[in-house]
């Protein structure tokens, strides 16, 4: 698959991009070999975030956030980026950690079997970052927790791009008002929303 990271929308033009060696800046590219059915649907999904951007408040800094936990990858910094991703999503103010966990599981698995598995996953990411954030030592329950989110980078940015696609979809459906009541009632049972294509 494709990150969104690697391409940039300007509102009608979709530029290709590879990252430099130092992989900290975006080039443009003369092209990327990508199957034209992969390519119109990153067109796509480039098109609907740019289209819906400003009726989700919080999608821009996700999207920054999710592009550069791409380019950091599962160090201190890429973990930083991807868990604010994902919190700045869920507006907890109460059990931070629980209701970060809770509601992105929730958005992410549809289905209830996969959820425990995510729940798990989004707790070791939260757990290592507010280690490497608050400064503490990496004991051994640390580090493997920094193993287990290194071997799953992948699928958490994977739930990242799922959750902001989500979010972005509610907004551009319903409202940003409605999303944090949206979120409780996910956690008790309520419907989600249907995509419009």
């Not at 493997?144 to 902001?164: F, G, H, P, Q, Y």
């Not at 940003?176 to 419907?191: N, T």
């Amino acid at each position: 698959p494709i990150p969104m990271a690697s391409f940039t929308f300007d509102g009608v033009n979709i530029t290709s991009h590879c990252v430099d060696s130092d992989g900290l800046r975006f080039r443009q590219a003369d092209g990327i070999a990508v199957p034209s059915e992969v390519w119109e649907k990153q067109a796509a999904y480039l098109q609907f975030l740019y289209t819906n951007f400003a009726k989700a408040p919080a999608a821009e800094i996700v999207i920054n956030r999710i592009c550069r936990a791409f380019r950091e990858g599962p160090g201190h910094d890429g973990i930083i980026d991807l868990a604010i991703a994902l919190e700045s999503l869920v507006e907890a103010k109460l059990e931070i950690k629980f209701q970060f966990c809770l509601f992105n599981s929730l958005i992410y698995s549809g289905d209830v079997e996969g959820r425990g598995g995510t729940f798990a996953l989004l707790q070791d990411l939260y757990d290592v970052r507010s280690s490497v954030v608050h400064g503490s030592k990496i004991g051994r329950s640390i580090r493997k927790k920094l193993v287990n989110v290194s071997e799953n980078w992948n699928k958490l940015l994977d739930i990242a791009r799922t959750n902001l696609t989500y979010y972005i979809e509610h907004c551009r459906v319903c409202s940003s008002e409605e999303w944090v009541d949206h979120l409780r009632s996910l956690s008790f049972g309520g419907s989600r929303i249907e995509a419009g294509g």
